[in-house]
């Protein structure tokens, strides 16, 4: 019996970098686990494709694959798209054991992984009590994303920050530019923006767009290939094999 295979997928887009900065990530997970065999696919835009990988590790003489997706909410992709793959590869290759990981948030570590960039973008701890952060993500139509978003806000809320407003850069209001007007029309003396998504792409330059627009004090960059991430797609990981683990002794 091999060992499991930790299998990312990720959206993928046709911005180059969203793919660069998505296996960058996982250099970072390999390294920080050595031994742990780490592949990468993705849904759409760039190769290789998950049908693709899970067809090569299998020809390749895998038994276990832990599919992770490297996604911040339960929302549409997570909920439809990767268990339908998932489903019709099981289907064609019954030798392989194929089992999907939770998404990655909520999570402390994605929290701490938004307040690292804050600190790289310049953001102290004593500038906290007068400045408002906007918590921008990608936006969703999925009523239980949504409700995470605003969960976190409430969340950062009491870890300092004046005021924490959630934006959207699709689907739904408001919009980065709105959420920074708001709080300037609050009387919030600084804001800053944090964007709440893994890579650059589309979406994360139409929240800097607004950032800029509205005047924002600070941009954050992404959230990117940095260790607190790398740690909780292990941690992901790990929860999954406990569950195949007790599914398979029950």
Not at 8 to 17: E, L, Q
Not at 44 to 62: D, I, K, M, Y
Not at 127 to 134: A, K, M, S
Not at 208 to 215: R, V
Request: proline fraction near 8%; glycine fraction near 6%.
């Amino acid at each position: 019996m091999s060992r499991p295979t930790l299998l990312v997928i990720a959206h993928g887009s046709r911005d180059p970098r969203h793919a660069a900065t998505v296996h960058a990530l996982t250099e970072r997970v390999r390294a920080e686990r050595p031994g742990l065999r780490v592949e990468t696919a993705f849904l759409e835009f760039n190769a290789p494709s998950v049908p693709r990988v899970l067809e090569r590790l299998a020809a390749q003489g895998a038994d276990e694959v832990v599919a992770l997706p490297l996604l911040l909410t339960r929302a549409f992709h997570a909920k439809t798209d990767i268990p339908s793959v998932l489903r019709e590869a099981r289907a064609r290759l019954p030798m392989l054991r194929i089992r999907q990981a939770d998404v990655l948030g909520p999570s402390p570590l994605l929290n701490a992984t938004l307040g690292r960039r804050l600190r790289e973008a310049g953001v102290r701890p004593g500038d906290l009590p007068r400045t408002g952060l906007v918590l921008a993500s990608a936006g969703s139509s999925d009523p239980e994303a949504i409700a995470v978003i605003a969960e976190i806000a409430r969340e950062l809320r009491h870890t300092g920050w004046c005021a924490v407003r959630p934006a959207f850069a699709s689907a739904l209001l408001p919009r980065t530019e709105d959420a920074v007007r708001a709080l300037r029309a609050e009387g919030v003396d600084r804001v800053a923006v944090a964007p709440y998504v893994i890579a650059p792409g589309r979406l994360p330059d139409r929240i800097a767009a607004g950032a800029e627009a509205a005047g924002a004090d600070v941009l954050a960059d992404v959230l990117g290939p940095a260790p607190e991430l790398a740690r909780l797609l292990l941690t992901r990981f790990d929860e999954a094999r406990v569950t195949v683990r007790a599914s398979l002794s029950a």
